[in-house]
């Protein structure tokens, strides 16, 4: 890694290892790379473990050239971070950008043609919800709240098995909001509803009808009592949801 115009020393003759991934995607090879290159800042998903330096980066940039870095843009400096493992040495995570090409840049080729080509930052707050199986309960809330994530969703063994960083990461974009799905660390108290997620959808009369066929239970019918629709339902680890009708403006 080298940051502010300084590379980071390395042997001529220390032999490394090299990562790649391949995906397919919907565009011819010269618009791929075109994409792939100029448009990076925006096939690239912004979350608060996908950056070497989250809290810092402003951009994500790819240089042109033969042997282009790719570079994530802070307020004060550039910093590099190259994927290679040398021989006998240990992957700590320096190469997980090779892992997220092909779940990010392949759907936003797809995407690209009828999205905005802006930016998309996530908001400032964000949610997260234990459950005892996080990756059933994943499935669960795709299949019946209708969720979306920018990975897709695991499979096997529930609760997941730990990593050399923890639990897996499980995350739906709700707007411009995250939603985590972690892992339950201790048995579940008494019900007592302290927390009650407000999640905004574009047609909640469908959404209710939907949860309601896919298993949900409904603790508050649809109403619109003060003018704003919305209905409360528990999943499938009885964690409460409120449901309400989004503006015409909401993102």
């Known amino acids: 890694m080298s940051g502010s115009g300084q590379e980071s020393p390395r042997a001529a003759t220390s032999p490394v290892s090299q990562v790649s991934s391949t995906v397919t995607v919907s565009v011819d090879p010269e618009t791929a790379f075109a994409v792939f290159t100029g448009e990076l800042d925006l096939w690239w998903v ?24 790719l570079l994530e843009v802070y ?18 995570g320096g190469t997980a950008w090779v892992r997220v090409v092909p779940k990010w840049f392949g759907p936003w080729c797809a995407r690209r043609d ?21 990756a059933a309960a994943a499935r669960w809330l795709a299949d019946v709240f209708g969720f979306a994530s920018p ?23 709700l707007g411009n909001s995250a939603l985590v799905i972690s892992k339950l660390e201790q048995a579940r108290p008494e019900p007592a509803c302290t927390h009650l997620p407000w999640v905004y959808v574009d047609d909640v009369e469908s959404h209710y009808q939907h949860a309601r066929a896919g298993g949900a239970t409904i603790v508050t019918d649809l109403a619109s009592p003060w003018g704003l629709p ?22």
């Not at 912004?46 to 790819?62: I, Q, S």
């Not at 009828?114 to 996080?134: G, K, N, W």
């Open 151 to 173: 990975d897709p969703l695991p499979e096997g063994h529930d609760p997941l098995p730990e990593t050399a960083y923890g639990h897996p990461w499980i995350e739906f974009w």
């Open 230 to 251: 919305f209905y409360v339902a528990e999943d499938c680890e009885n964690n409460r949801w409120t449901f309400a009708q989004a503006r015409p403006t909401m993102r």
């Open 114 to 134: 009828h999205e905005p080509h802006e930016v998309r930052d996530l908001a400032r707050l964000a949610l997260a919800v234990s459950y005892a199986r996080p």
């Open 75 to 92: 307020d004060d400096a550039t910093v590099r971070v190259v994927a290679t493992i040398p021989v006998g040495g240990q992957d700590r």
């Open 46 to 69: 912004r979350g608060p473990t996908n950056h070497y330096a989250a809290g810092r980066v402003l951009a994500m940039r790819c240089e042109p050239g033969v042997g282009g870095r």
